[in-house]
């Protein structure tokens, strides 16, 4: 999946020179104990190379979601044919498909799941769907996979498209600290004031200068302050409780603004000096309208706040009267080119972008609102009005159906158990889509091309022309599906199987790594994987299964279909005749590799014949059906749907970003992005026990001194790009 313009865009290459994001307070982050100055480790680590490459690939990307308003024919937007009869040139019969597992399938009683004893509470435990001591493959799982990938071929509307009418929230960079201003509204409210901030040393292991034995400065207090010029600014070095009288010379009046210890690394609050001479600035009411939006999203995220008891929570998050702008409100102005854009409670506060995910939907790509606008994969699987749409009727039953689901394979091969409380999987957090150099296109009329590499955290959410890159589809792991071991869970005396490189390349990435040996986690002595415990690692944040469906079982099922067109069933018919290295994606853990399948239509169960054989059929009771051989039927019905689709736009794009997940490649492993330890040696980086997913997308952020962290603000790759884009290497810094 090469071409002459350089290496496919949807591989990740992560070239490492060593180092990592901040750490967090939990989980720990691995250091290094050899004491050298920081260059020479650069120089000294990977393989005495300082320049490691890793090329791998995001467990998702994205087939591109193109506007319909050109789409023609039977791609566009119609009222189905009415259900009152079978139309002449319709076809309608049975297919017979069958089912192959080409990774272990996580087919899981949810309704069945149970606490996992002496471990903490909320873990999980699954065990396998079974029906009658088989697996049970339920038919609507099924429906759902096929129908997420017809719409994607057909570039139909969203089946589903909810919650997402208020803008996303996201973090600013801590760089975007350096242009934070601090302000004071006026006592009419009709103007902000410059004030001067100043250090006060709050969280040190020194304490700093107070105006009382029994209590720190509080917020809002009204103090005298002695100052000094710092390195980068002025530090308080005395404060005294105001008074109407000055201490003496040097004293300055000021207001104590505290927020917390709300981050790791924070050692100071502030106060706000009073400037010789106020340089008031209007009050607009977009900046007050932005700042009562970023607190209302404040407002409905209060029950999301989590915090580990080591930090506090910031206030303007639990305190009403710390989201006012009333008169004598202090906060942060955001300043550029001199004039403010927005205000905000902290210097890294959490910022808004500026649409909505639903106003960055593709035109007609949002769900159908009326009968006259179903969508090719409406018409064939169905369709029910969102909720608060007002339309009536409200639903389309569809014409396809899954029955008939059968599981060829013995129980005793079908199903892998796992012994005890089963295998803890690897964390899955929900989607993330304020990652947006992910999740958004370059521009609106060109979703499927990600946004340009290097483009500031704050252009990439607050810039207008923005579009949803499409719908996420996870690549198959062809590396993994190939090998003989990466599956296989060695015994426990052969140590964390997480750790153990497969092949020179593959690391088990669906299993959750053992608990780090030491609170700060170290390396093993060869430095080329962590140092974990016996113990597995099993809370809130991981599942564990006893079982899962494993490689080579087959299943077969049968789809009816009654009434439907030829193109939009030549859709489907492509769909179930990719060749042997394609494969579809189906139940759980699918970023870890789990649930690729591989379809194939049976000729023998499949009959497939046209509204007119079948009315000819029932005007003669004795007559018979005529010989409609599936190959046939087939290929008619797949040659009208390519030739019509490649008169569609996107089409090209659409085809390249599926087929080329559906495939997958063989010469890279798949895996979420993770920084490298400093003295890290092995050839590739493993999965690291302590979690800190995070590390890698805070330092792509830092971007600002292009000299030092060359490569980053990178966007996830297009999923097989005919433009062949150049793709450059990650880099992860100190």
Not at 59 to 76: E, I, L, Q, W
Not at 113 to 136: I, S, W
Not at 357 to 372: D, N, T
């Amino acid at each position: 999946m090469t071409d002459s313009k350089g290496p496919n865009p949807a591989t990740v290459n992560f070239r490492r020179k060593p180092g990592a994001a901040a750490p967090r307070p939990r989980p720990p982050q691995a250091r290094a104990s050899s004491g050298k100055p920081k260059e020479q480790r650069r120089r000294n680590a990977g393989n005495g190379n300082g320049d490691i490459t890793e090329p791998f690939l995001n467990p998702y990307s994205f087939v591109p979601a193109f506007p319909r308003d050109g789409m023609t024919g039977a791609f566009a937007d119609a009222v189905p044919s009415g259900a009152d009869r079978l139309h002449e040139k319709n076809l309608t019969g049975t297919i017979g498909v069958r089912l192959t597992v080409r990774t272990p399938l996580l087919l899981l009683d949810t309704a069945r799941a149970q606490n996992a004893p002496d471990t903490e509470d909320q873990h999980l435990v699954y065990p396998v769907l079974l029906r009658n001591g088989r697996p049970h493959l339920p038919a609507t799982a099924l429906k759902g996979m096929l129908r997420a990938s017809y719409e994607a071929v057909t570039n139909s509307r969203f089946g589903v498209f909810i919650g997402h009418g208020e803008p996303l929230g996201w973090r600013r960079v801590a760089d975007d600290a350096r242009d934070m201003k601090p302000v004071r509204v006026s006592e009419d409210g009709k103007r902000l004031e410059y004030w001067i901030p100043a250090r006060l040393s709050s969280y040190r292991d020194e304490p700093g200068p107070r105006y009382s034995r029994d209590r720190p400065p509080e917020h809002g207090r009204r103090v005298w302050v002695r100052t000094k010029r710092g390195k980068n600014a002025e530090e308080v070095t005395g404060i005294k409780l105001f008074t109407e009288r000055r201490p003496g010379d040097g004293w300055r009046e000021g207001y104590v603004f505290v927020t917390g210890r709300n981050a790791e690394r924070k050692r100071d609050e502030r106060v706000f000096v009073r400037p010789n001479l106020i340089v008031p600035v209007e009050l607009t009411d977009e900046l007050r309208a932005r700042w009562d939006a970023l607190m209302d999203h404040y407002r409905k995220q209060q029950q999301d706040i989590e915090t580990d008891g080591d930090l506090d929570i910031s206030p303007h998050r639990t305190s009403e009267e710390r989201r006012g702008l009333t008169p004598g409100t202090f906060c942060w102005a955001y300043e550029k080119d001199d004039r403010i854009e927005a205000l905000y409670p902290v210097m890294i506060p959490r910022e808004l972008s500026v649409s909505k995910p639903a106003e960055m939907v593709p035109s007609k790509v949002e769900p159908a609102s009326s009968y006259s606008e179903l969508s090719p994969a409406d018409r064939v699987f169905g369709w029910v009005a969102q909720e608060g749409s007002g339309t009536r009727p409200a639903a389309y039953r569809g014409r396809l159906r899954v029955s008939d689901v059968t599981c060829l394979t013995a129980a005793e091969k079908a199903v892998v158990r796992f012994s005890g409380t089963g295998l803890p999987l690897a964390i899955l957090s929900q989607p993330k889509p304020t990652q947006s150099r992910f999740y958004l296109s370059r521009s609106a009329t060109e979703p499927g091309r990600p946004i340009d590499d290097g483009t500031s955290k704050n252009d990439v959410h607050r810039t207008g022309d923005r579009a949803l890159r499409g719908r996420k589809v996870y690549w198959h792991h062809k590396r993994a599906a190939g090998s003989a071991l990466y599956w296989t869970i060695p015994p426990d005396s052969m140590g964390d199987p997480t750790q153990r490189l497969i092949d020179g390349v593959l690391y088990r990435e669906y299993r959750r790594p053992n608990e780090p040996a030491a609170t700060e986690m170290s390396l093993t002595r060869d430095r080329s994987a962590y140092e974990t415990t016996g113990r597995p690692q099993r809370d809130k944040q991981n599942r564990s299964v006893l079982g899962w469906i494993a490689k080579d079982t087959e299943f077969t099922f049968t789809i009816g279909v009654r009434d439907i067109p030829e193109v939009e069933l030549g859709a489907l018919l492509w769909l179930l005749t990719l060749g042997e290295d394609h494969h579809h994606r189906l139940g759980f853990g699918k970023p870890l590799g789990f649930g690729s399948v591989h379809l194939a239509l049976d000729p023998g169960r499949t009959n497939l014949h046209t509204g007119a054989q079948w009315a000819e059929y029932y005007r003669d009771l004795t007559g018979e059906l005529p010989e409609s051989p599936a190959e046939t039927v087939t290929r008619t019905c797949v040659r009208a749907f390519r030739e019509l689709a490649s008169r569609q736009p996107g089409f090209t794009e659409i085809e390249s970003a599926f087929t080329a997940a559906a495939q997958g490649r063989d010469d890279v492993p798949v895996h979420y992005p993770r920084a490298r330890p400093p003295e890290m040696r092995a050839r590739r980086t493993p999965p690291n026990p302590a979690g800190e997913s995070y590390a890698w997308f805070t330092a792509n952020e830092k971007i600002q001194d292009r000299n030092v962290a060359p490569g980053r603000g990178r966007s996830l790759p297009a999923a097989g790009d005919p433009r062949g884009r150049d793709l450059d290497v990650y880099r992860s810094e100190d």
